[in-house]
């Protein structure tokens, strides 16, 4: 099995940065992609940015050139760079990833994005 685990939300002004991390441990050589995704309040959960294993990406339009996805595959870990942060990034982020035993998620992270 696989475990993730979420690290680097909070609390930032509009304009500002935050890097997001998600380890992952357990079944490693199983996963496939991982990806962010995010759920703000009274909204659905929406794909942020995603990766392959070979590090090829793709984001949803809202981010595009804002964030940067990334995965260290060293480290097991993904990252997600996120600047220029405005008011309607606030939601809590979760790292996923596509494993051969199914798809996992991570607990989450809260981002909150002042004005």
């Known amino acids: 099995q696989v475990q993730l685990a979420e690290s680097g939300g909070g609390l930032v002004q509009a304009g500002g940065s935050l890097r997001l991390s998600c380890a992952a441990s357990?079944?490693?050589?199983?996963?496939?992609?991982m990806g962010w995704y995010r759920q703000a309040p009274g909204k659905q959960r929406e794909l942020v940015a995603v990766v392959t294993r070979g590090r090829n990406t793709n984001y949803t339009e809202s981010i595009t050139g804002r964030f940067t996805i990334s995965r260290d595959n060293t480290k097991n870990t993904v990252y997600l760079q996120m600047s220029s942060l405005k008011p309607e990034d606030t939601a809590v982020y979760y790292c996923?990833?596509?494993?051969?035993?199914?798809?996992?998620w991570g607990q989450g992270t809260q981002v909150t994005v002042s004005s």
């Open positions: 996923k990833a596509d494993t051969r035993f199914g798809v996992v």
């Open positions: 357990g079944s490693i050589f199983s996963i496939a992609d």
